[in-house]
Each structure stands twice: as C-alpha cells, then as structure tokens.
C-alpha cells in the first residue's frame, strides 16, 4: 500500500501547483524474508569492506566461505534473486551458480558448512567447530571465550559492590542495547561495566589493537564477571553478545554532576536543602544519645515549615525537633540526593519504633545513629565527588577508604 508523506491538506495544495505527491511505499515483509535479506547484508558488508566476493577456496576464513555459498545459493533461486534485487547496489546476483543442486537460500550456518564438507556435531555451532583446518579452529574461537574462576577476584569484588550501590542509589542507570542507538565497540572501554547473561561484567584491560579477519580493528579484552570468574574475549564478541541478549544492558558512569558549589553562578537556581534535625523526644534511648542520633533529608521548601507539626508526626517520632544543620543544594535531583544518603548511612539507621496519635505502631526511617561531624564529611564527599570511595565505620564513628 503506497502511503504519502502529506496530510490531505498538503496533497490538495500541491495538486493545485501541479506537484505530483511522492509517495513511500510500506511493504510487510514474512520472517522468512527478512532473515534471507539479512544474510544478504552480511554479504554486503563483506565486499564492502574487502572489495572483492567471498570465496570459498579451502583454507579461506570460515566466515569467508560461509558467505561464498550463501551467495551461491541465493544466484540459484529465482525467488531470492526477485526478493533481493531492490537491494543489490553491487551487482552480487549477476554472477554464475557454481552448485545446480543447491535448493534453498536460507540455509542455516550448520547446514552452510555441510555444503563445504565441514562436520559439525549435533549440538554445535559455528563457534564450535570440529574437523576444520586449524587456522580456521582459531578463527572461531575468537568468536567465544570460556569463563575460568578469577584468582584475583578480591580486589575486583569491591568494585561490583560500589556499582551495585550506585545502581541502588541512582548514581548510575542501566542503558539497553539496541542496534539503532548508535552504540559502537569503541563505547566498550576499560572500566566499563555492563549486565549480560545476568551477570554485571567489569572490563579489567583492553590489549593493543589488532585487525580482525573482515578488516574491522578489534581488541583482546580480559572481562570480570560479578560471579567471580573471568574470560579472555574479543571486543567484537563482546558486541556481538550484547547485541543477542535482550536482557543486557550497559552501566553508566557515576553523573550525579556537581551537587554543591561554593559559588552560585547567575544561571544557578536553588533546587533544596539538605537538612539535619535533632530531637526533643524523651523516649530513653533518644534522651541518652540525642546528640549523634539525627534525621537527614532533603527538601525543597522551607525546612522550618515542614517541621512546624513535628509532635504530631511518628515521622519525626512524636516530638518536636531543632534544625542542627542545613546545606543548600544547586541544579540537584531532591529524590536521588536523598537515596544516596540514606544509603551510605544505612548501616547506622536507627530502630526504633513509636505510637502515632491513633496508637499504631510506626517505625521511622529516616534517624540514624551518626555524629553531626560524619554528616559534614558526607557532604563535603558528595561535593568533591568522592563518596563513592568511601564507606562508614561505625564503630570508629569514622568515613573509611574502600
């Protein structure tokens, strides 16, 4: 069905002008199409890159021959040919069959390789190969790796963790892989992470460049996955894999941005306040520690109106509080500052549970057992861009180093 790129209003005018509308024609092509149109491309793409057809002469790439019968193929098959024509820019249909008894264009890689007399087993693939020229046996295993126990997994481990809490914390998001989005080998780089086969992967090293069989650069990479082992892989495999897995996903960088300056700049608008309280309550256990027990969070209104009715909150446990600290934020994300926080104070929130006015139990979540000196460090970390490296010791009261 031929759909115009105008509304009617459009048509009409350029029909006055004398205009012929161009039209975009849709078609709807079968599963079965789309995959012989798919492996045309990557016959394509091979001449492109190599200026010349694939062959099928024994010795060659695998990949190479694997493509040289599938061309074979598809020059046999008048239905291939009339599918394919509107797509051959290079004139890939126009050569001579070398194989009459061919019979299909959509032969699987397996079957490919019966074609050129290479056996395979029965659960196997063209990354797992038996009976082939040995040059070819190490062509395709760059295409695979083999994951081995990772013998230096502590100093890795710490890492995973750091990333899991940036997750958590929205410091860092996951991106899904799509082939539209532009995402290129070059995107994967050392000290990226990302999820793939359900397991977040750490890239530990890149090695030097070398060129791949199709000409394309590729780079050996040494890859940590959070389970505690390792694999030696190409970059391409890397790609690849993520391109196949539905589920994968690329881990941003930390990019909270500078939460804090000392100096507001004209274009800055003030977004919140992070505020510290103390409490009035005399339930024993705040009246014994009331000066390392404080509640932290972030506001974007005043802090003295929201805690005009504090006695009458199980939020801010049933009493009034005093305002011990603020620090005013610029160009920040309120919820996501607030997460970070309570995050990584977490091992120092504090239980305790009080009565509302109706006399139901609530338990706040937003106290915690940790020095006012702590919570002036804390900020000052998030200013540098630091707190990431660091953890909370309480038992030292201190901001330890990971």
């Given at each position: 069905m031929a759909k115009s790129v105008f509304t009617d209003e459009d048509d009409a005018l350029l029909a006055e002008l004398g205009v012929e509308v161009e039209t975009k024609k849709v078609v709807a092509r079968t599963p079965r199409e789309e995959r012989i149109i798919a492996g045309f491309e990557e016959i394509q793409r091979f001449v492109e890159q190599n200026d010349r057809l694939p062959s099928s002469t024994e010795g060659n790439d695998i990949f190479e021959r694997i493509y040289a019968t599938r061309l074979n193929q598809i020059r046999s098959q008048q239905e291939c040919r009339d599918l394919l024509s509107e797509f051959d820019n290079q004139g890939l249909l126009d050569g001579d069959v070398q194989n009459e008894n061919a019979d299909s264009c959509e032969l699987t890689d397996d079957e490919l390789l019966e074609e050129l007399g290479v056996s395979v087993g029965a659960e196997s693939d063209i990354t797992n190969l038996r009976h082939v020229k040995p040059h070819a046996e190490k062509q395709a295993a760059e295409e695979i790796a083999t994951r081995t126990v990772c013998d230096d997994f502590d100093k890795f481990k710490p890492l995973f963790e750091a990333v899991q809490n940036d997750l958590d914390t929205g410091l860092r998001k996951t991106l899904k892989f799509r082939k539209d989005s532009g995402f290129l080998k070059t995107d994967v780089k050392k000290g990226q992470f990302f999820i793939i086969g359900g397991q977040t992967a750490y890239v530990a090293e890149v090695g030097d460049v070398i060129k791949a069989p199709n000409g394309e650069f590729d780079a050996r990479l040494r890859v940590i996955y959070s389970n505690g082992t390792e694999s030696d892989i190409l970059l391409r495999s890397?790609?690849?894999?993520?391109?196949?897995?539905?589920?994968?996903?690329?881990?941003?960088?930390?990019?909270?941005?500078?939460?804090?300056?000392?100096?507001?700049?004209?274009?800055?608008?003030?977004?919140?306040?992070?505020?510290?309280?103390r409490s009035k309550s005399d339930h024993p256990l705040i009246a014994e520690n009331r000066d390392v027990i404080h509640k932290i969070g972030v506001t974007g209104g005043a802090v003295e109106k929201r805690i005009a009715n504090a006695k009458l909150d199980p939020t801010y446990l049933m009493a009034d509080v005093e305002i011990v600290a603020n620090y005013e934020l610029y160009n920040i994300n309120r919820n996501r500052l607030e997460k970070v926080l309570h995050k990584f104070l977490d091992n120092a929130r504090l239980e305790i549970e009080v009565s509302d006015r109706f006399g139901n139990p609530v338990k706040p979540k937003e106290w915690f057992l940790v020095p006012l000196f702590i919570i002036d460090d804390v900020v000052e970390k998030i200013k540098e861009g630091t707190l990431d490296r660091y953890g909370y010791d309480i038992e030292s009261a201190s901001l330890v180093e990971k």
């Amino acid at each position: 069905m031929a759909k115009s790129v105008f509304t009617d209003e459009d048509d009409a005018l350029l029909a006055e002008l004398g205009v012929e509308v161009e039209t975009k024609k849709v078609v709807a092509r079968t599963p079965r199409e789309e995959r012989i149109i798919a492996g045309f491309e990557e016959i394509q793409r091979f001449v492109e890159q190599n200026d010349r057809l694939p062959s099928s002469t024994e010795g060659n790439d695998i990949f190479e021959r694997i493509y040289a019968t599938r061309l074979n193929q598809i020059r046999s098959q008048q239905e291939c040919r009339d599918l394919l024509s509107e797509f051959d820019n290079q004139g890939l249909l126009d050569g001579d069959v070398q194989n009459e008894n061919a019979d299909s264009c959509e032969l699987t890689d397996d079957e490919l390789l019966e074609e050129l007399g290479v056996s395979v087993g029965a659960e196997s693939d063209i990354t797992n190969l038996r009976h082939v020229k040995p040059h070819a046996e190490k062509q395709a295993a760059e295409e695979i790796a083999t994951r081995t126990v990772c013998d230096d997994f502590d100093k890795f481990k710490p890492l995973f963790e750091a990333v899991q809490n940036d997750l958590d914390t929205g410091l860092r998001k996951t991106l899904k892989f799509r082939k539209d989005s532009g995402f290129l080998k070059t995107d994967v780089k050392k000290g990226q992470f990302f999820i793939i086969g359900g397991q977040t992967a750490y890239v530990a090293e890149v090695g030097d460049v070398i060129k791949a069989p199709n000409g394309e650069f590729d780079a050996r990479l040494r890859v940590i996955y959070s389970n505690g082992t390792e694999s030696d892989i190409l970059l391409r495999s890397v790609v690849r894999a993520l391109y196949k897995d539905n589920a994968s996903r690329l881990i941003s960088d930390p990019s909270a941005g500078p939460l804090f300056s000392d100096v507001v700049d004209r274009e800055d608008s003030e977004s919140g306040t992070i505020y510290v309280l103390r409490s009035k309550s005399d339930h024993p256990l705040i009246a014994e520690n009331r000066d390392v027990i404080h509640k932290i969070g972030v506001t974007g209104g005043a802090v003295e109106k929201r805690i005009a009715n504090a006695k009458l909150d199980p939020t801010y446990l049933m009493a009034d509080v005093e305002i011990v600290a603020n620090y005013e934020l610029y160009n920040i994300n309120r919820n996501r500052l607030e997460k970070v926080l309570h995050k990584f104070l977490d091992n120092a929130r504090l239980e305790i549970e009080v009565s509302d006015r109706f006399g139901n139990p609530v338990k706040p979540k937003e106290w915690f057992l940790v020095p006012l000196f702590i919570i002036d460090d804390v900020v000052e970390k998030i200013k540098e861009g630091t707190l990431d490296r660091y953890g909370y010791d309480i038992e030292s009261a201190s901001l330890v180093e990971k």
